[in-house]
């Protein structure tokens, strides 16, 4: 029993023995592996860390030295450096050196370092072909400098940084720590490169800050006194928003209209600039902005690079739904970029020194106030480029410049007619002087037409005639009217001339079954249809009575500004005050149809009732609005002087010698001046009965006033009024012209000089080969008895010889002619023109010739006359059933012919000519 359980024991205490092995050999191996998974865990997250964080910044970190230098790490980071020598040693030979190379090429100007290259030099670059694709902000790098072991660990590679900015890409930078001041110093770098790169005017900057009202950028104030920086208010961010909308839409309105997606490729199409860029620098402290200005933001940043506006936004948390680049600015200066990725440390360039940026400043605004006052010159087109603009959708020309570009006008279907307003001394024709050489110099004369009138006593357009010591004259010119303040019905007589064109254009356009001018000149192109601008300077002046004038012009103005858009007829109407036009009250309509608005300093309601921008203009500049006068369209344009020698006389110049051959002369209108016989003689109609010739009409053509002397009753004509030297010249020039007329002999001329001298008239006759009978006071009667009874003989059937009987100063013969002379004189004014006897008379009154008619003899014998100093009252009885407003004008008269008028008509007397 004992030697049983002692072996059982020994077995069992054997087993437990092995149990204990096998159980602490299961434990030491499981220790092991434990070890093993422990520092092969520790391997691979310290792997991981290299790998992302880089090997670079884990050696220049002294708290991990003494781990990156433990031996068990060393295959770790001996694998790490393998791979990324594997990696980056290929780059690294050639990818620095590219990148600054592109850089380079990409801003040849503003990629060097040092800011002796660029701070303080007023660049030249024009803005059209050298546009830099990148700005310079700073310099990445990839390694570390550090040194471990008295060895270097790696080898630090740099290169330029740079971010694109003008027309392709906003930038939004961020900041945390002490970057704030980095980020500013990296702003009012940027912002010297881009300013000091461009000729002076071609960026312009705008500064908003939340946290102060003079926002960063000390340094550039200077900038701001030549208009180049614009600081604004820390509380109306809404009001730089709204400009920056309005400047969008301006773009896209007017400069994008044909088919350029953006304003870069409008100047690459054109080889011109005339916008600059903006530039807009918005400061945050990091909280959202206001929902509104959250929004209009966002709409800004999708359409501000294509219509010139770049954002530069610092700590304002907004998504950008754009192309945009970002910079974040850590503690200590260091950066990131997307341009570089997040694992490249941008270094930003070292702030300027202050005061080197302040004296850059002052040049920059030095240089933009001598080359900010452009020349009218900066107007014109380039050399070649004279007449080659095409007027098919309209016409448009720059009249001045906005922010130093120029500035265009548009007349075409979106803004047919422009209304311009200034008071007196305000550059009113100056500015029309601009517009008209501007246009001129843009479209040939077969692409536009210009009719140009002055109702103030000047000759401003009277320059674009011929003259004696300047014998050039504007070939665009069709019509000139200058000293028209008294002569209303010159103004009345163009708007008819505007109104038949526009109808005759209208009937062409329907013959080729279109509905305006553009359609027209595409369905017939072998046609002349120039664009028509028709330029009333002092308008007002057209509407200052309440008359038949006031009346029909009223009517005529509204017909063709709501008609005339469609046929290419433009009205520019200028005043120094529209407000007090009491024809146009009631009729909006009229002016709504005067979509553009250009305001001179002072002018009041030529804008819009609430837009007052123009209060406080200074002198040479104006408001240019092309939405009808809303506050929102409003550009700020400067006047150059286009009154100088050299500027409008050099244009006219130019185009008179590239245009004027084979064309007419513009027609001169000078109210100041008597139109002279030998002119008026040309003109007469062809043909037909003899033509007695009175004046000259008001109207377009410049016809002459004729009565015609047919062998028909009442053929007769007379002159009245007391003033006898207006009388002579009528009398005298209806006496040439009818000397003219008749062969030499053929007609007996018969003078009565009784209240005249008229030695001039008889030698109009004898030059033409007449040989005049003089009768005096003293034989006045017998020779009127006997042509009676000359008439009796005719009406008889006997020979009916011409005679032409000539009275100056009928009424003085009543004394001697008694009762029988008399009625023989009733006899032949009513019964000798219908015989070929004519009378043609002065009589010093209406009631004197009234007395001659009365009994046997009638108004009707009278078919025609002139009224000089008569009042329009005192004309009733020889129109009856007419009511006339005619009041007496020096050097006017009121013609009225009954064969040919329904009304009287204002003609011009004829200037008294010696033979």
Same mark, same amino acid.
């Given at each position: 029993?004992?030697?049983?359980?002692?072996?059982?024991?020994?077995?069992?205490?054997?087993?437990?023995?092995?149990?204990?092995?096998?159980?602490?050999?299961?434990?030491?191996?499981?220790?092991?592996?434990?070890?093993?998974?422990?520092?092969?865990?520790?391997?691979?997250?310290?792997?991981?860390?290299?790998?992302?964080?880089?090997?670079?910044?884990?050696?220049?970190?002294?708290?991990?030295?003494?781990?990156?230098?433990?031996?068990?790490?060393?295959?770790?980071?001996?694998?790490?450096?393998?791979?990324?020598?594997?990696?980056?040693?290929?780059?690294?030979?050639?990818?620095?050196?590219?990148?600054?190379?592109?850089?380079?090429?990409?801003?040849?100007?503003?990629?060097?370092?040092?800011?002796?290259?660029?701070?303080?030099?007023?660049?030249?670059?024009?803005?059209?072909?050298?546009?830099?694709?990148?700005?310079?902000?700073?310099?990445?790098?990839?390694?570390?400098?550090?040194?471990?072991?008295?060895?270097?660990?790696?080898?630090?590679?740099?290169?330029?940084?740079?971010?694109?900015?003008?027309?392709?890409?906003?930038?939004?930078?961020?900041?945390?720590?002490?970057?704030?001041?980095?980020?500013?110093?990296?702003?009012?770098?940027?912002?010297?490169?881009?300013?000091?790169?461009?000729?002076?005017?071609?960026?312009?900057?705008?500064?908003?800050?939340?946290?102060?009202?003079?926002?960063?950028?000390?340094?550039?104030?200077?900038?701001?006194?030549?208009?180049?920086?614009?600081?604004?208010?820390?509380?109306?961010?809404?009001?730089?928003?709204?400009?920056?909308?309005?400047?969008?839409?301006?773009?896209?309105?007017?400069?994008?209209?044909?088919?350029?997606?953006?304003?870069?490729?409008?100047?690459?199409?054109?080889?011109?600039?005339?916008?600059?860029?903006?530039?807009?620098?918005?400061?945050?402290?990091?909280?959202?902005?206001?929902?509104?200005?959250?929004?209009?933001?966002?709409?800004?940043?999708?359409?501000?690079?294509?219509?010139?506006?770049?954002?530069?936004?610092?700590?304002?948390?907004?998504?950008?739904?754009?192309?945009?680049?970002?910079?974040?600015?850590?503690?200590?200066?260091?950066?990131?970029?997307?341009?570089?990725?997040?694992?490249?440390?941008?270094?930003?360039?070292?702030?300027?020194?202050?005061?080197?940026?302040?004296?850059?400043?002052?040049?920059?605004?030095?240089?933009?106030?001598?080359?900010?006052?452009?020349?009218?010159?900066?107007?014109?087109?380039?050399?070649?480029?004279?007449?080659?603009?095409?007027?098919?959708?309209?016409?448009?020309?720059?009249?001045?410049?906005?922010?130093?570009?120029?500035?265009?006008?548009?007349?075409?279907?979106?803004?047919?007619?422009?209304?311009?307003?200034?008071?007196?001394?305000?550059?009113?024709?100056?500015?029309?002087?601009?517009?008209?050489?501007?246009?001129?110099?843009?479209?040939?004369?077969?692409?536009?037409?210009?009719?140009?009138?002055?109702?103030?006593?000047?000759?401003?357009?009277?320059?674009?005639?011929?003259?004696?010591?300047?014998?050039?004259?504007?070939?665009?010119?069709?019509?000139?009217?200058?000293?028209?303040?008294?002569?209303?019905?010159?103004?009345?007589?163009?708007?008819?001339?505007?109104?038949?064109?526009?109808?005759?254009?209208?009937?062409?356009?329907?013959?080729?079954?279109?509905?305006?001018?553009?359609?027209?000149?595409?369905?017939?192109?072998?046609?002349?249809?120039?664009?028509?601008?028709?330029?009333?300077?002092?308008?007002?002046?057209?509407?200052?009575?309440?008359?038949?004038?006031?009346?029909?012009?009223?009517?005529?103005?509204?017909?063709?500004?709501?008609?005339?858009?469609?046929?290419?007829?433009?009205?520019?109407?200028?005043?120094?005050?529209?407000?007090?036009?009491?024809?146009?009250?009631?009729?909006?309509?009229?002016?709504?149809?005067?979509?553009?608005?250009?305001?001179?300093?002072?002018?009041?309601?030529?804008?819009?009732?609430?837009?007052?921008?123009?209060?406080?203009?200074?002198?040479?500049?104006?408001?240019?609005?092309?939405?009808?006068?809303?506050?929102?369209?409003?550009?700020?344009?400067?006047?150059?002087?286009?009154?100088?020698?050299?500027?409008?006389?050099?244009?006219?110049?130019?185009?008179?010698?590239?245009?004027?051959?084979?064309?007419?002369?513009?027609?001169?209108?000078?109210?100041?001046?008597?139109?002279?016989?030998?002119?008026?003689?040309?003109?007469?109609?062809?043909?037909?009965?003899?033509?007695?010739?009175?004046?000259?009409?008001?109207?377009? $053509? !410049?016809?002459? +006033?004729?009565?015609?002397? *047919?062998?028909?009753?009442?053929?007769? /004509? @007379?002159? #009245?009024? %007391? &003033? =006898?030297?207006?009388?002579?010249?009528?009398?005298?020039?209806? $006496? !040439?012209?009818? +000397?003219?007329?008749?062969? *030499?002999?053929?007609?007996?001329?018969? /003078? @009565?000089? #009784?209240? %005249? &001298? =008229?030695?001039?008239?008889?030698?109009?006759?004898?030059?033409?080969?007449?040989?005049?009978?003089?009768?005096?006071?003293?034989?006045?009667?017998?020779?009127?008895? @006997?042509?009676?009874?000359?008439?009796?003989?005719?009406?008889?059937?006997?020979?009916?010889?011409?005679?032409?009987?000539?009275?100056?100063?009928?009424?003085?013969?009543?004394?001697?002619?008694?009762?029988?002379?008399?009625?023989?004189?009733?006899?032949?004014?009513?019964?000798?023109?219908?015989?070929?006897?004519?009378?043609?008379?002065?009589?010093?009154?209406?009631?004197?010739?009234?007395?001659?008619?009365?009994?046997?003899?009638?108004?009707?014998?009278?078919?025609?006359?002139?009224?000089?100093?008569?009042?329009?009252?005192?004309?009733?009885?020889?129109?009856?059933?007419?009511?006339?407003?005619?009041?007496?004008?020096?050097?006017?008269?009121?013609?009225?012919?009954?064969?040919?008028?329904?009304?009287?008509?204002?003609?011009?007397?004829?200037?008294?000519?010696?033979?």
């Amino acid at each position: 029993m004992v030697g049983g359980r002692s072996g059982r024991r020994q077995r069992i205490t054997e087993a437990f023995d092995e149990l204990h092995g096998a159980l602490a050999a299961a434990l030491g191996a499981a220790d092991g592996l434990q070890d093993a998974a422990v520092r092969a865990h520790a391997e691979t997250l310290v792997e991981q860390w290299l790998r992302t964080e880089g090997l670079d910044d884990a050696r220049a970190d002294p708290a991990l030295a003494v781990p990156l230098a433990n031996p068990q790490l060393a295959d770790v980071v001996a694998r790490v450096e393998a791979d990324r020598a594997a990696a980056f040693d290929p780059w690294l030979r050639t990818g620095p050196a590219a990148l600054t190379e592109l850089l380079e090429r990409a801003a040849p100007l503003s990629a060097g370092l040092e800011p002796g290259r660029w701070l303080g030099q007023v660049g030249k670059s024009d803005g059209i072909e050298e546009v830099p694709g990148l700005w310079r902000i700073g310099e990445a790098r990839i390694g570390s400098p550090t040194r471990a072991a008295g060895k270097s660990l790696t080898r630090a590679v740099t290169w330029p940084v740079g971010v694109p900015l003008l027309d392709e890409s906003h930038l939004q930078i961020t900041s945390s720590g002490d970057g704030r001041a980095h980020a500013e110093a990296l702003v009012e770098t940027l912002l010297m490169r881009v300013v000091s790169h461009f000729t002076p005017g071609l960026v312009r900057l705008h500064v908003w800050d939340v946290g102060q009202f003079t926002g960063v950028v000390p340094g550039l104030y200077p900038l701001t006194r030549s208009g180049l920086l614009t600081v604004h208010d820390p509380g109306r961010l809404s009001h730089l928003l709204e400009e920056l909308s309005d400047r969008i839409r301006r773009v896209h309105t007017r400069l994008l209209i044909d088919g350029h997606p953006t304003l870069a490729s409008h100047v690459a199409a054109t080889g011109t600039r005339v916008k600059p860029w903006i530039v807009t620098v918005l400061v945050g402290n990091g909280r959202p902005l206001a929902d509104e200005d959250h929004w209009q933001l966002q709409r800004i940043s999708r359409g501000g690079l294509a219509s010139g506006v770049s954002l530069v936004l610092v700590d304002v948390p907004v998504t950008l739904q754009a192309p945009h680049e970002t910079v974040r600015l850590h503690d200590g200066g260091a950066a990131t970029s997307s341009m570089t990725g997040e694992h490249v440390v941008v270094t930003p360039d070292p702030p300027l020194p202050r005061d080197a940026v302040t004296r850059a400043a002052h040049t920059l605004a030095d240089a933009h106030e001598h080359g900010h006052a452009r020349a009218f010159a900066d107007l014109l087109p380039a050399a070649g480029r004279w007449g080659r603009e095409r007027s098919v959708t309209g016409l448009r020309a720059p009249i001045g410049f906005a922010d130093g570009m120029p500035l265009d006008v548009v007349l075409a279907d979106e803004s047919p007619h422009a209304l311009i307003g200034g008071p007196s001394g305000t550059g009113k024709t100056n500015l029309l002087l601009t517009m008209i050489s501007s246009m001129a110099a843009r479209y040939d004369p077969d692409e536009l037409e210009f009719y140009l009138l002055d109702f103030k006593e000047g000759v401003s357009f009277a320059q674009f005639t011929r003259g004696r010591r300047d014998t050039t004259w504007l070939p665009h010119a069709r019509l000139v009217g200058v000293n028209i303040n008294t002569d209303r019905e010159f103004g009345l007589a163009l708007l008819q001339f505007l109104a038949d064109e526009m109808r005759r254009r209208a009937e062409a356009a329907k013959d080729h079954e279109v509905t305006k001018l553009e359609e027209l000149r595409g369905a017939d192109p072998e046609g002349r249809w120039p664009r028509i601008v028709a330029v009333i300077d002092e308008f007002q002046l057209l509407f200052s009575e309440r008359d038949d004038v006031t009346k029909k012009a009223t009517a005529l103005l509204e017909d063709v500004a709501r008609r005339g858009r469609s046929q290419g007829i433009h009205l520019v109407l200028a005043s120094q005050d529209v407000s007090g036009i009491e024809a146009f009250w009631g009729r909006p309509a009229v002016f709504e149809q005067f979509v553009l608005r250009i305001a001179l300093p002072r002018a009041r309601r030529v804008l819009g009732e609430l837009n007052e921008a123009a209060m406080d203009l200074p002198r040479w500049h104006a408001i240019v609005n092309h939405d009808s006068g809303v506050r929102h369209g409003n550009e700020v344009v400067r006047i150059p002087d286009a009154t100088a020698r050299g500027t409008t006389d050099e244009v006219q110049r130019v185009l008179h010698e590239t245009w004027s051959t084979g064309r007419p002369e513009p027609v001169l209108f000078d109210g100041s001046r008597a139109p002279a016989v030998a002119d008026l003689l040309p003109l007469l109609p062809a043909g037909g009965p003899p033509q007695a010739l009175l004046g000259q009409c008001i109207d377009v $053509a !410049g016809r002459p +006033a004729t009565a015609a002397l *047919a062998d028909t009753p009442g053929r007769n /004509v @007379a002159v #009245l009024g %007391a &003033d =006898a030297e207006d009388a002579g010249r009528v009398i005298g020039a209806a $006496a !040439g012209s009818l +000397a003219a007329q008749y062969p *030499a002999g053929s007609v007996d001329v018969v /003078v @009565a000089p #009784l209240l %005249a &001298d =008229a030695r001039a008239l008889l030698a109009r006759f004898t030059a033409a080969g007449h040989a005049p009978e003089v009768v005096m006071l003293d034989g006045v009667r017998q020779r009127i008895e @006997a042509l009676a009874a000359d008439v009796v003989a005719r009406l008889g059937g006997g020979p009916r010889h011409p005679v032409l009987l000539v009275l100056l100063g009928a009424d003085a013969a009543d004394p001697v002619l008694e009762r029988e002379g008399i009625e023989a004189l009733r006899r032949v004014l009513r019964s000798g023109p219908e015989t070929g006897v004519h009378v043609l008379g002065w009589w010093r009154s209406v009631a004197r010739l009234r007395s001659t008619l009365s009994i046997s003899a009638t108004p009707d014998d009278v078919g025609a006359w002139v009224a000089l100093d008569v009042q329009g009252s005192e004309l009733g009885a020889l129109v009856p059933g007419m009511m006339l407003s005619w009041s007496p004008r020096p050097g006017r008269g009121l013609f009225y012919d009954r064969a040919q008028h329904s009304r009287p008509e204002v003609v011009i007397v004829p200037s008294s000519e010696e033979p």
